[in-house]
């Protein structure tokens, strides 16, 4: 079989596109800059691949899942101005590597203009956020969008009550930036609990993600779950981890642009991987032509790789198989610098080799389909199970969000009324809800199970705890305008998903 000839099947390529709520709540080095290094280093160069290859009428490209935590931020003013003066910032720090020796001044050169396209491209694409971007290239029909409940939370932990009413505000939350409903979900951490399927087809939600070892490893077809028509999809961890895993993938060559390395009077990454074991300072200087030719390696090997699996999984099963391969957006340029334009270059090159591209809907709308299936308690995370958000590290994080939680739906039960007539919205049961769900978003216990900044996951937890219990026994105890003015104080920081109604929490 030559390359051009088409293979049996279909492939999807999935992105996962989530960042905690991190304006107002510190800057380095964990805080709002996460924030402007993911947008700068993947969500404008991805936008930049898809909307030119949606000029160029290409549709069905990607499956993207934009959380609604991520995209209130896209969309907020005050992230938006943090990020222009970012990008500012980032092309004098630029101009400053061109006045030093080479090879920095090289390096600095390229990183200029690297820069003030980014921010040429900030200030006439972005200017009123991410979402008029995203809007277009799902009413193309370039992608499928997938949407989530509000805050990421754990959801298999969640209160049902917290759990329903996240997820059809996030739902709810997208229908207002995008005017289109998400069909479909990532659920935070691919994380799954036995009935979840019930509610995601009271909610409307057709299909979402789990990790391969949820199907038990077959992941050739989607799978209705239990006797829904929920369908559950299944990440192909073969042709995933081909890119990365846990231990290995493309973004480790020696070529490539090393995430680790700085230089610090600048604050740029100059070198390259150059060797697993190299010391930072021994790490020799970027070369992007080196890069570009790993780049061209790397998308052949991904496009023969897909090739191959599709052929021997619908061998296998009898039948056109579905591959599915997903990663987190922010590995294509945040972690992984090349990423964005070995993206590209597999949109183009996997048609030319016969593979047909196409999104988790058209799956469903083509019958890769099977039979259904009973999903065991599952995430993505190690394990494949719920260690990483309820094992012994994270005990306290649970209990945690167990009170607080409690303490909120009380307070704002009390606050609403058990009455036939509606009540008037009411801004402080909204900001109780607001932090309730901050303090319960799955990032903090991932955090800390992966020793990654936990002090400053443990840090945001408590903060949005104690802001919770602090305005719920204010008005409890009936002082409400002392209520009021402690829920304005704690919305000037945690002011997102403004049309969240505390008024359609499910009653008990």
Partial sequence: MTSSELVPGQFTLVLHTHLPWLAHHGRWPVGEEWLYQSWAAAYIPLMRVLRRLAAEDRRHLVTLGMTPVVTAQLDDPYCLTGMNHWLANWGLRALEATTLGDPLRQFGVRERAEAERALDDFSTLWAHGGSPLLRELIDCEAIELLGGPLSHPFQPLLNPRLREFALREGLADAQQRFAHTPDGIWAPECAYAPGMEIDYAA????????????????????????????????????????????????????????????????????ARVTGRNVDSDAKAPYDPDRADSAVDGHVADFVSHVRQRLINESERIGRPAHVIAAFDTELFGHWWYEGPVWLERVLRALPEAGVRVGTLSDAIADGFVGSPVELPPSSWGSGKDWQVWAGEQVADLVQLNSEVVDTALTTVDKALGDTDTPPARNFVADQILRETLLTVSSDWPFMVSKDSAADYARYRAHLHAHATREIAVAMASGREEHAQRLANGWNRADGLFGALDARRLPRP
């Fill in 203 to 270: 909610a409307g939600i057709g299909h979402f993600m789990v990790d391969g070892p949820s199907l038990h490893g077959d992941t050739a077809l989607g799978r209705p779950v239990a006797s829904s028509n929920v369908v559950a999809f299944g990440r192909d961890l073969q042709v995933s981890y081909r890119v990365w895993s846990p231990k290995s993938g493309y973004p480790g060559h020696a070529a490539y642009r090393d995430f680790h390395t700085y230089d610090h009077t600048t604050g740029l990454k100059p």
